[in-house]
């Protein structure tokens, strides 16, 4: 049959390399998604013709019957799975004027928000909320990026944008498996190791791209502060350093070198279990193979000591003179004729008398509050915007707040909106999470599907997708690059479904909390029009333009700071760090053993003697997303744990047994994987999973306390990283065995 076939521009959201695709649109239904041919950076940006296969299943996920079309209102108790359909407008004014009663009653404090891994325009969100005069926002952000963003305003007064460039001869993978992370940066790794470029990569386990490395480090987990420190030291005592850089441009060296000298290799290698040899082969690689690129990923950034982990890899590019040149760690900074994501948020909004009441920020400081205001200033002198989202890089603190809405101190939270998130399966301890949510007067969840987390709501809101919307993005406002895209599909089809942007709520809720005069823009592609303005585009007129639509990509310029220094108090490379001593946190990185470890309790490593980490990431899932997608579940039926041989022996478990895996905390069972590139002594699980085929309502709750890795992982704040309150996810101790069937 032929008919009329349309392509529209959209951006993929199913992971962060953020994809510009082409959807195919027949007759007004969607095909498929495929290559987007107009892109300037052409295929290096679009892996889908080489085989990303959620993009392939686009079609099969937006028609799913399961998909939300309607707002639906709790009809029973919480957790009852009894449901009523409403209009919108019902919604709308339901939620409101509950949000009012509570903002009457305990403040606008009591209200807060879960938000996810950055897959929608959040800008939007962290404006209603200023606005509301709630601190209270909180997500993944301690854990997700956040620590990159803020640890790079810290030292560097900008965040290193992670490329590989034509000219990078050496890669350094710190705790990220790129291939799955950035999968357009994983092509680029790989060309440039054809063409003869260094590539280390630093993880417990023999991932992909470990296998092609010329050198794998492979440590214990936790041990990271540890390990970089000592290749600083080996740099250092080799006078591998770029002196020059060092002594004009960075700032405490004396100091740096005097920490570094106690983490001699040597001891460095009892720590880690990576031999002293291959830790001073690996510096000496680094160092002398300029220009050298880096990144690291969620290996880093989960860890207990994520943030002096990460400040001691940071100082890596500083020292060997990798910062802010071609083929290096680039600075890019802001868009700057783009109004940004972060300017949209308002920030300035938020009285400083409810930014002192943000849950958390008193103890970790510095993806709070008060390191953004420390930060603010220097970073806004060199680029004159802050990068990065507030709400993400600056959140409440969420174990905090969670321990808030169950005890009511230091004072109480009675509503959440969870939007683009699933805390039910991606929030650390499970158990506390679901007491938490449970015991709110309003819980409102805005998602695609009927989650875990979306079964304990009083309201769930079906949300338009990345098809059905226009979209800015700026790279979480780190890169001076932009890019868009119009709606490829319509949110709302007469008679079929009626769902809303993400937009369309925080305008709408905010219409009727008196914020009007905020909400000039009736939609989403009036909100970009006012965003593009200074460009001198509307959206469509960006889409239309002729040369690369919907791109602007100004020319990438090198050592900025020669003219303008850094961003940070010094105006210099942060080595010993001003913004980390001012706010009473040790100025230079020191290793400190996880408190759940061999080493520092013996006594629980008797009863739990293997090493846990959860969450490596795995294809074709995403999260907790795509378990109800077919052809994707098909490939990937079950969670997987990873066991070495050997242990799995011992304990007598076979490759396909399922078994259970146990911490302090609680257990789950998933399917052993035999898999050898991995320590004895160490066991990996997946994270992400519920089952949306097994029944919604309690105690079922979609399966989410049978293999979800957050029923183990722990969220005290007492164990939390001392300078940003992220939780630990990788590093817990655990023991496995046989789930028995008789
Ligand atoms: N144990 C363990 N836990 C982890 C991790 C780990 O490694 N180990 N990783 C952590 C990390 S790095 C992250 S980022 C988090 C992720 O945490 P989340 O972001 O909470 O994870 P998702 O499963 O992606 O949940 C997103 C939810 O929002 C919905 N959604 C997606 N896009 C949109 C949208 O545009 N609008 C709306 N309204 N809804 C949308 C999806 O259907 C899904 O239900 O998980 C963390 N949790
Ligand atoms: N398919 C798929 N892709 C995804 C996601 C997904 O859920 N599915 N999630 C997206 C999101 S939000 C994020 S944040 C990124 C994260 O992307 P990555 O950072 O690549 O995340 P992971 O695979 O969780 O962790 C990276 C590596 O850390 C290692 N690791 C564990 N413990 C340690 C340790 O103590 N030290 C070191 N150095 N390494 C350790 C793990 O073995 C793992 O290989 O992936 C994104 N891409
Ligand atoms: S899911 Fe695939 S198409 Fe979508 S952004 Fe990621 S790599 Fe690109
Ligand atoms: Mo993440």
Redesign the pocket.
């Known amino acids: 049959m032929s008919g009329k076939t349309d392509t529209k521009k959209a951006i993929c959201m199913w992971?962060?390399s953020h994809c510009r695709v082409s959807a195919v649109i027949e007759n007004g239904r969607l095909v498929r998604v495929e290559e987007d041919k107009d892109h300037p950076w052409g295929s290096l940006f679009t892996p889908i013709t080489k085989g990303c296969l959620r993009a392939r299943a686009a079609a099969e996920w937006f028609y799913h019957p399961d998909r939300l079309g309607y707002p639906l209102k709790r009809a029973g108790e919480k957790g009852e799975g009894k449901w009523q359909r409403i209009s919108w407008e019902q919604a709308l004014d339901e939620i409101a004027e509950n949000l009012r009663q509570i903002k009457d009653k305990h403040g606008a404090e009591a209200i807060g928000n879960t938000s996810g891994?950055g897959r929608t325009h959040d800008e939007y969100r962290d404006r209603f909320f200023h606005l509301l005069g709630s601190p209270n926002s909180i997500g993944q952000g301690e854990i997700?990026?956040g620590p990159h963003i803020t640890a790079g305003h810290t030292f560097f007064g900008w965040t290193p944008f992670p490329v590989v460039r034509p000219e990078t001869n050496c890669i350094l993978a710190?705790?990220?498996?790129?291939p799955?992370?950035l999968p357009p940066l994983w092509h680029a790794s790989r060309k440039a190791m054809r063409r003869g470029a260094k590539f280390i990569v630093?993880?417990?386990?023999r991932?992909e791209s470990a296998e092609k490395a010329d050198i794998w480090l492979q440590?214990r987990?936790?041990?990271?502060c540890a390990l970089a420190m000592g290749m600083i030291n080996v740099i250092i005592s080799e006078g591998l350093y770029d002196k020059e850089f060092v002594d004009k441009w960075c700032h405490g060296f004396d100091k740096l070198a005097e920490r570094a000298q106690e983490y001699a290799p040597e001891k460095v290698a009892d720590i880690t279990w990576v031999p002293a040899e291959k830790i001073k082969e690996a510096a000496r690689m680094y160092a002398t193979n300029k220009p050298a690129g880096s990144i690291q990923?969620?290996?880093?950034e989960?860890?207990p000591n994520s943030m002096e982990a990460l400040h001691a890899r940071f100082i890596l590019p500083a020292i060997t003179g990798n910062i802010d040149i071609k083929g290096g760690d680039l600075l890019e900074g802001p868009p700057v004729k783009v109004i940004t994501a972060k300017e949209i948020e308002l920030a300035e909004k938020l009285p400083p008398e409810q930014r002192k009441k943000a849950l958390g920020a008193d103890r970790f400081k510095l993806m709070a509050w008060p390191g953004y205001e420390l930060l603010e200033p220097n970073v806004k002198r060199v680029w004159g915007k802050m990068g990065g989202d507030v709400a993400i890089e600056f959140p409440a603190h969420a174990p905090t707040v969670y321990r808030a809405i169950i005890t009511g101190k230091p004072y109480p939270v009675r509503a959440m909106i969870t939007l683009s998130s699933n805390p039910m399966v991606t929030q650390a301890n499970t158990k506390l999470v679901f007491k938490a949510l449970k015991s709110l007067d309003l819980y409102v969840v805005m998602d695609f599907w009927m989650t875990p987390s979306a079964e304990l709501a009083d309201y769930v809101l079906p949300a338009a997708s990345w098809l059905e919307r226009p979209h800015i993005h700026d790279m979480f406002g780190t890169s001076k690059t932009v890019l868009a895209c119009e709606a490829a599909m319509p949110s709302s089809v007469e008679g079929q479904y009626h769902r809303k942007r993400d937009y369309d709520l925080w305008r709408e809720l905010g219409i009727r909390l008196g914020q009007e005069e905020y909400w000039p823009w009736k939609t989403l592609e009036e909100a970009y029009d006012y965003r593009l303005a200074p460009l001198g585009y509307t959206l469509k007129g960006f889409m239309d333009k002729k040369e690369k639509g919907g791109f602007d990509i100004p020319p990438t310029l090198y050592k900025k700071y020669e003219k303008t220094g850094f961003g940070t108090p010094t105006r210099k490379v942060e080595l010993y760090s001003t913004v980390l001593e001012e706010l009473g946190y040790d100025p230079l990185p020191r290793y400190e053993e996880p408190h759940e470890s061999p080493v520092s309790n013996p006594e629980l490593a008797r009863e739990y003697p293997l090493i846990l980490?959860t969450?490596?990431?795995?294809?074709?899932?995403?999260?907790s997303e795509h378990r109800q997608i077919e052809s994707l579940r098909k490939r990937h039926p079950d969670p997987i744990m990873q066991l070495h041989p050997k242990k799995a022996e011992e304990l007598d478990i076979k490759d396909g047994d399922w078994v259970w895996i146990e911490t302090p905390r609680g257990r789950i069972r998933q399917r052993c994987r035999y898999f050898e590139g991995m320590d004895p002594r160490v066991v990996?699980v997946q994270h992400?999973w519920w089952f949306p085929e097994l029944p919604g309502e309690e105690p079922w709750l979609h399966g989410v306390w049978m293999s979800n890795a957050n029923v183990l992982t722990d969220d005290d704040p007492e164990h939390c990283n001392k300078i940003n309150g992220g939780w630990p996810l990788?590093?817990a101790l655990c023991k496995v065995y046989k789930v028995r069937t008789y």
Request: proline share 7%; glycine share 22%; hydrophobic share 30%.
């Open positions: 992971c962060h891994t997700c990026w710190w705790g990220g498996g790129i799955m992370y630093v993880d417990p386990r991932i440590l987990p936790g041990t990271d990923g969620m290996g880093v989960h860890l980490i969450g490596g990431r795995f294809n074709p899932m995403y999260h990996h992400g990788r590093t």
